[in-house]
């Protein structure tokens, strides 16, 4: 019997670059497996040619939808129609949702809602309730792309460069995000197994590592700067730095 993740699948293809096609395929593969490929859009319209490229090398099946009226996206009713029907029929573990757009966050909440994990995919102008509705998100355009779909001539983008100590240290709510797991998971002498940290980030935001360029939670938590680790073997433990005893004021001299 096959017991990898069964994933379904969604693509706004108005709202999703097609160069990262890969990215979004090649992640999803870590988890399971994507059963249903769907792509929601008009297919008349010249701003989906590169999709149209994309579709048939990577099993994707095109769901054509009109745009009635002028301004309104009705892609977006038809994924959500589709993806409550896939969610109700029992037979997925998982849901892919490739978008930029925030109207999705309230189905990316139904699904959490239900117990479906939510992978979230999309590009960095992605608003953030949509970000937090997923279980995780990974912003594809600052991801490097890999084979790319026919006709596609583009440059495939460079990988994301490491954000430097600095700056990671002045984003609050990434510091307050691993201080909190870190203190949520420890044990004896303030140590806490990064595993367990891991999860518990996993649990408590949509967070993802690659975002910031790092490959691995550890490099990140590294980079950081704030916390120590320690390498037992396989396992790596990980604690905030003590703060260093503040050196007692000196005294003048009196003549």
């Not at 497996?33 to 769907?38: D, M, P, Q, Y």
């Not at 909440?109 to 960095?124: L, S, Y």
């Not at 596609?152 to 990434?174: F, G, H, I, W, Y």
Request: proline share 6%; aromatic share 8%; glycine share 6%.
């Amino acid at each position: 019997m096959d017991d990898r993740m069964r994933i379904a699948l969604l693509i706004d293809a108005d709202n999703a670059p097609a160069a990262k096609i890969d990215v979004v395929l090649a992640e999803l593969a870590r988890h399971g497996i994507a059963n249903v490929r769907r792509a929601y859009g008009d297919w008349k319209s010249r701003n989906l040619q590169r999709w149209e490229l994309a579709l048939h090398p990577n099993a994707i099946q095109p769901i054509q939808q009109f745009a009635y009226s002028t301004g309104k996206n009705a892609s977006d009713m038809a994924m959500v129609v589709d993806a409550m029907d896939l969610l109700h029929s029992g037979r997925f573990d998982a849901f892919a949702i490739v978008s930029s757009d925030a109207d999705f966050t309230p189905l990316a909440m139904r699904m959490r809602a239900q117990n479906m994990r939510v992978f979230g995919f999309g590009e960095k102008k992605t608003p953030e309730p949509f970000v937090n509705a997923c279980s995780t998100f990974l912003y594809i355009d600052e991801q490097p792309a890999g084979t790319k779909p026919a006709g596609e001539n583009t440059d495939a983008s460079v990988p994301t460069p490491p954000m430097p100590t600095a700056k990671l240290r002045q984003d609050t709510k990434l510091v307050n995000l691993l201080r909190e797991a870190v203190d949520a998971e420890k044990e004896d002498g303030g140590w806490s197994s990064l595993g367990a940290v891991g999860q518990y980030i996993t649990n408590r935001a949509s967070f993802d590592q690659r975002n910031y360029g790092y490959a691995k939670l550890s490099a990140l938590i590294e980079a950081s700067e704030l916390f120590e680790l320690r390498r037992d073997g396989l396992t790596v433990h990980v604690r905030v730095k003590p703060k260093k005893a503040s050196k007692p004021a000196t005294q003048p001299k009196t003549g």
